[in-house]
C-alpha cells in the first residue's frame, strides 16, 4: 500500500509540472517538431498512467521507448523519465535492478536540483521502501551462512549513504544475523539518531542485546516495545514478526510484559535502558506516561522536558507537557503555559498542521484561568471545522472554546451527546464534564450533578481498574491530567452550589 501511494503520487506531480512545459514547447516549436514532441507527451502520459494502474511492463516499455530516442528525449526530462521506468522494473519484483538504476538517478538528480527538491524527495522516499523490500526477507532468515546476507547489507550500506531513512536498523538485522551483536547495538545506536522513530526497532535492539550477552537490558527492550504496541490498535505484520522472534529468543512465548508488568517495573525497565541509550529521547517520553499515572508528576514533567527539547516538532510531546504543567500549576500560571503552547504551534509552526488543528483548542480551553483570546480560540475552531469533514471530536473542541466564550446554550447544541460516537475515554469524559458546566451556568442544577456524577464515574471505572490503562492516541498519563483537570473545575463550580 505504501509504495503504490508513493508511486501514484509521484506520477501526479510528474505529469503535472510537465503538462505546462508541453504547452509552451507546443506553441513555440515549428511544425515539423510539432509530432515528435507530441509523440513524448504521449509517450510520457501513458507510462504515468500505465503506472499508476499497476501496468508496469507497458510503463517500462513507453520509458525505454523514449530514453532510447534522442529525438523524443529531447522534449522530457530523462532523470524523471528514468525514476518512472525504475518504479516499474522494481513494482516487476526486479528490485536489485531498480534500485541500482534509482541510485544512479537520486545522484545525478541531488546534484542538479539539490536534496530538498520535490522530485528528489519522491525518488528517495520510494527507494525507502525499495531497500526495505530488497533487505527484509534475508533479514528475517535466521541461521544461514554468514555470505548470504552480503548483498542485502550493501543495499542497507548505501541506503545509509543516500540517507532514505531507513538503513541502519536494516544493516542492524542483518549484522545480527551474521551473529555480530555487538556491530548490530552500534547500528542501532545510529539507526535511533538518523532513521526516526519506529516500533520495531526495540525488538531488534532486544534481539541484539540478547547476542551480546546483555539479557536484562534485551528484556526491557522487548517489554519496551510491547508497552508500546499495546497501545497501538493495530501492529503491523513486520513488527509483530519481530515481537514474536524475540519472545521465542527469549523464551518468553505466552507471556506478555504488557498485561504481567506493573507500572512500576516499567519505570524500572525504562531507567536501565535510558541509562544505557541516554540520547533516545522517546525512552523519556514513554517513562514519563508512567511516572504520570502513579502519580510522580514532576518526575514526568522532568522526563517530558527532556522528550521535547529533543524533538520540537512532535507535537503529542509538547501537549503531553502541556497537560501535565496546568495540573501543576497556580492559576496564574496558566496563561504562561498556554502561550507558549499557542507561540510554539502557530506562530513558529514547529507543530505542523497536527500541533495548529483543534488539539490546541482543547488543550488551551482546558485552562480555566489562563488569561488568553478566547474569540481568537473560538475563530481558530470554526476555521478548522470549514476546512475538516465534521467528527465529534472537532464538534467537541468548538464546544468547550464556546463555552470559554460565556456562549453556554450555544455550547450545549454543539458538544457532543453520550451516544455521539466520540471514541476514547478523553472525549467522553471531557463532553460530559462541559456539559455538565454548560448546564449549571444556564441554572439547571440537576442535570449538572447528573452528568457530573457520570464524568466521577467515568473516570473512576477507567483510572481505578486492575491492569495498566492504555489509550490509543495520547498516553494515559496525559489523559489522566485533562481528566483531572477539567473535573477539579467542575467540581468546584458545582459543589459550591451544595454548600
Known sequence: MKSKIV?????IVLVGTQAGFWARELDAEESDRSSSLQQAVGLLQSAAIHAARGQNADAERCCRELLDSPELLQHVDPHRIRTLLG???????????AFELLTNVLTEQQAILGEDHPHVESTRSYMGWLSYEITWT???RIGGPAQQYEPAIAVAEEAIRLRLGNGYWQLALLKLRQGQGSASIEAMRRSFQEDGGWLGQFPILSLA???DGQEELARDAYAVARDRAAKTRTVWESIQQLLDQAAGELKMTGT?????????QFVAAYGRLIAAFPDLERL????ANHLACL???????????????AEPDNWRFAEGLAAMRLVLADPSDQTKICRELWDDSLEKGRFGARGGDMDLVVMCSLAAHADLDRQALLDRADDILRRTPTRAFLELGRGMALYRCDKFEEALQTIPGENAGLGDQKNQGLALIFRAMAHYRLGERFSARQLLQKAQDLYAKTFSSPGIVRMPFQDAGVVDCMLRLALEEARELIAADDD
Open 7 to 11: 508511486v501514484v503520487g509521484f506520477m
Open 87 to 97: 518504479i516499474s522494473i522494481g513494482r516487476q519484483n526486479r528490485r536489485a535492478e
Open 138 to 140: 534475508p533479514a528475517m
Open 209 to 211: 542485546l540478547l547476542a
Open 256 to 264: 506478555d510484559p504488557a498485561s504481567s508488568l506493573s507500572r512500576e
Open 284 to 287: 523519556y517520553a514513554w517513562r
Open 295 to 309: 502519580g510522580h508528576l514532576e518526575d514526568a514533567v522532568k522526563d517530558l522536558e527532556r522528550a521535547a527539547e
